[in-house]
């Protein structure tokens, strides 16, 4: 018996509650708040969350306020050009934009899309670079061999020709 409640005990201590005051509900400027959350990737639900403990403590909520500055922020934090850099970035993807989210998805994946092939880029021109070097070591090998060939074939026809000069006659 002693062990569940020690149990219950612990779960109450460790559950992720949270409250707000009375002072608070009405003193917040939801607007900036509320920015703020949507920013940090908070869920929209939590404006329920907010209008529950302010009516528990029978405070004021300005849900319209609140709401209004989630739409805003969606539209700032949400936007394609910020989806495509947090995605260029590899930064966590949102879930927070709401009807935006097929859009700042699609915008996230091109950013993606783009940093992948630049990694791929980025790699490809190293193996480039790398076999431009190696060609240019084989073209000069070649061109060394070539020359020694040259001078093979210069030296093998003079001492052709040489042979030739000498070859005895009968006389002799």
């Known amino acids: 018996m002693s062990k569940s409640?020690?149990?219950?005990?612990?779960?109450?201590?460790c559950s992720p509650s949270w409250s707000i005051s009375k002072k608070a509900c009405?003193?917040?400027?939801w607007y900036e708040k509320s920015i703020k959350l949507m920013a940090q990737g908070k869920n929209s639900n939590i404006i329920k969350k907010f209008e529950r403990e302010c009516k528990k403590k029978s405070a004021e909520f300005d849900r319209e306020t609140f709401q209004k500055a989630w739409d805003a922020g969606i539209q700032i934090e949400c936007a394609h050009q910020k989806a495509?850099?947090?995605?260029?970035?590899?930064?966590?993807?949102?879930k927070n934009c709401g009807d935006a989210q097929d859009e700042y998805n699609k915008y996230y994946?091109?950013?993606?899309?783009?940093?992948?092939?630049?990694?791929?880029?980025?790699?490809?021109s190293?193996?480039?670079?790398?076999?431009?070097n190696k060609h240019t070591r084989l073209t000069q090998k070649l061109k060394t061999s070539e020359d020694k060939l040259k001078k093979m074939d210069l030296r093998m026809y003079e001492i052709k020709n040489q042979t030739q000069l000498r070859i005895p006659t009968l006389s002799e």
Do not use: C, P, Q, W
């Not at 409640?5 to 201590?13: G, K, P, R, S």
């Not at 495509?84 to 949102?94: A, P, T, V, W």
């Not at 190293?126 to 431009?132: L, N, P, W």
């Open 5 to 13: 409640i020690i149990f219950i005990v612990l779960m109450a201590l």
């Open 84 to 94: 495509f850099d947090e995605g260029l970035d590899k930064s966590k993807k949102r």
């Open 126 to 132: 190293r193996v480039h670079k790398k076999m431009k």
């Open 109 to 124: 994946d091109y950013g993606l899309e783009l940093k992948s092939l630049k990694s791929s880029y980025k790699k490809e």
């Open 26 to 29: 009405e003193n917040t400027d």
